[in-house]
C-alpha cells in the first residue's frame, strides 16, 4: 500500500464492485430469490465498516505491518463474498 488513502479508495472500489455485482445479478435473474443476494450486500457493507474503522485507528505500534493486514483482510474478505456470488442460484 502506497498510503493510507489508496488503502481506503481499495477498499470502496473493491467491496463496491462486488455489491454491484450482487445487483447485476439481481438484474439479470428476476425470477430469483433475493434474500441471499441481499445478505451477500449487508455483509458487504459490514466489512466495508469494520476495515474502514481499523484504517481510522491511531496509535498503532507498526503501522505498516497493521495496514498491511487490513489489505490483507479485504482480499480474504472480497475472495468470500465473490464465491457467495457465484454460488446463487
Not at 435473474?29 to 485507528?57: C, H, M, Q, R
Amino acid at each position: 500500500m502506497a498510503n493510507i488513502r489508496d488503502l481506503k479508495k481499495d477498499i470502496n472500489y473493491v467491496l463496491g464492485d462486488i455489491i454491484e455485482a450482487v445487483y447485476l445479478w439481481e438484474l439479470t435473474n428476476p425470477g430469483k430469490e433475493t434474500k441471499k443476494s441481499e445478505a451477500i450486500i449487508d455483509e458487504a457493507i459490514n466489512i466495508f465498516d469494520e476495515l474502514i474503522v481499523k484504517v481510522n485507528l491511531k496509535n498503532i505500534d507498526n503501522s505498516k505491518k497493521h495496514f498491511r493486514g487490513i489489505g490483507q483482510e479485504l482480499e480474504v474478505q472480497g475472495r468470500k463474498l465473490i464465491d457467495k456470488i457465484n454460488a446463487l442460484s
